[in-house]
């Protein structure tokens, strides 16, 4: 596709559309709206857009379209896979004016939001309902963006990933149209779910203006439960072995011992320093949780655990999850002068101990600094690489084990993203992740996109 580079006939036009102090071509502007939180190379938009309704999408996207200008959808900035990065310049609409909570439906278990919402700050507005919205990347994300990556988290093994939670939405398609797409009934078997068609499409078919999400009670009792393993191979046993029983971990988490350390370094866990699950049940009655965890407690028994900890309490629990979540930027911190691979592939569960396995060899083999840290219940394995920048052997190291881990996961009918996405980092594995189908996905891109002006340069190889 050719697109035509911004003048000032078109700041022009698109001030016209907008108020002068919602566009913006300064550089600092352009800077902070032209990298994610990947690797990816920087590319700067040539103008920065920040809408407050639908009707101002609508016409920004109707004039970029008819003049061939490039037009990316930002929430916070906050993917690793280069999904927001607007590699062809052109408009960026940044939807951070776009943040209100517009309807809480409590009897329906229901919210409409605008996609510029914190998922996290919809979960406070709600706390006082008895209600929330169970996705939880772990980053302050809003929900468009979750929405355009179909992004999941440490629930997403009890609760379900993102898409679980769309019932209905409202897009702006390149054209300008404004379609609406769903219905806020629990349920339907009325025609094509173009619903989910746009749920982790990465804002390349339509831009969402508006969601209507499920939302869901929360547990009226939970217990938490730490397990140390020798090796993670036990641990990834333990893991099949927790999801064959049938025992619903609400969160089962699986953290590298190179990970434990550095939580006890930054976050004074005071954890034992190896392969280490982190488990949530959820349930109806203390007594019922307490049967629940003697299981898993056997379970994992049976597969070499060292030291089973059940009961951990509230303010422990959260604590150790605030360090969970907080191991992207601790690994920063821990190598300033180094950049980060982040990835995330996921497989079958069955198919999880041989993942996990196959990480570790790669990493020792190529004399790698890593750190592994998954969704071991839904088989979603993380892994970020350190490597000092500039050096070409290094980074020639790191890329191999990537490779080699997305290609080993596609060996086991998985996936090369879990739940990051497929932006710039994975557009490589697409034609040996979907095959044929691959060619359907470009057809309805061009059927939605005719001019390719959406988030151009990202999904497809």
């Known amino acids: 596709m050719e697109f035509n580079p911004l003048n000032q006939t078109h700041i022009k036009s698109l001030q016209a559309l907008v108020p002068t102090e919602r566009l913006s071509t300064g550089e600092s502007v352009l800077d902070l709206h032209a990298q994610d939180q990947s690797l990816h190379t920087p590319h700067r938009p040539e103008a920065v857009v920040w809408p407050i309704s639908r009707f101002e999408v609508a016409g920004i996207l109707k004039y970029a379209n008819a003049n061939r200008i490039p037009v990316t959808g930002w929430g916070a900035g906050s993917s690793l896979e280069g999904n927001p990065i607007p590699v062809k310049g052109g408009i960026v609409l940044d939807f951070s004016r776009m943040n209100q909570i517009l309807n809480i439906r409590e009897g329906d278990f229901q919210a409409d939001v605008e996609p510029g919402v914190i998922y996290q700050d919809l979960n406070q507005k709600l706390r006082h309902t008895g209600l929330f919205f169970p996705p939880d990347p772990g980053a302050r994300a809003t929900i ?102 049938g025992l619903n971990p609400a969160a089962l988490e699986l953290i590298g011992p190179e990970c434990i350390a550095l939580m006890n370094q930054e976050e004074n866990t005071d954890l034992e320093a190896t392969p280490t699950l982190f488990m949530e049940f959820h349930g109806a009655t203390p007594s019922q949780l307490a049967e629940i965890l003697k299981l898993v407690e056997d379970i994992c028994r049976d597969h070499g655990c060292r ?125 040996a992740e979907h095959g044929a189908s691959l060619e359907w996905m470009q057809r309805i891109k061009s059927l939605f996109d005719p001019n390719g002006i959406l988030n151009p340069g990202k999904i497809f190889p």
């Open 144 to 245: 468009g963006g979750m929405i355009a990556n179909n992004a999941s988290g440490i629930r997403t093994v009890y609760y379900g990933a993102t898409k679980d939670y769309v019932l209905r939405l409202t897009v702006v398609l390149a054209t300008g149209e404004i379609i609406e797409l769903g219905t806020r009934a629990s349920k339907t078997s009325s025609g094509y779910d173009l619903v989910h068609l746009f749920v982790g499409s990465e804002g390349t078919l339509g831009i969402v203006v508006e969601a209507t999400v499920r939302l869901v009670g929360l547990p009226t009792v939970f217990s938490a439960a730490i397990a140390n393993f020798s090796s993670v191979e036990a641990a990834g046993k333990a893991v099949f072995g927790i999801m064959r029983g």
């Open 307 to 431: 030291h089973f900890q059940p009961g951990v309490g509230r303010s422990e629990r959260d604590r150790l999850f605030r360090a969970r979540h907080g191991l992207g930027e601790m690994i920063l911190r821990k190598h300033p002068a180094c950049g980060l691979l982040v990835m995330d592939v996921a497989v079958p569960i069955t198919a999880y101990p041989e993942l996990i396995a196959t990480i570790q060899g790669e990493v020792t083999a190529a004399r790698l600094t890593g750190y592994t840290f998954s969704h071991a219940g839904d088989g979603n394995v993380h892994l970020n690489l350190a490597g000092k920048k500039g050096d070409g052997q290094v980074w020639e190291r790191i890329e191999g084990v990537a490779r080699r881990v997305v290609t080993k996961a596609l060996e086991l009918d998985g996936t090369a993203s879990g739940e990051h996405g497929v932006g710039l980092g994975k557009r490589k594995y697409m034609a």
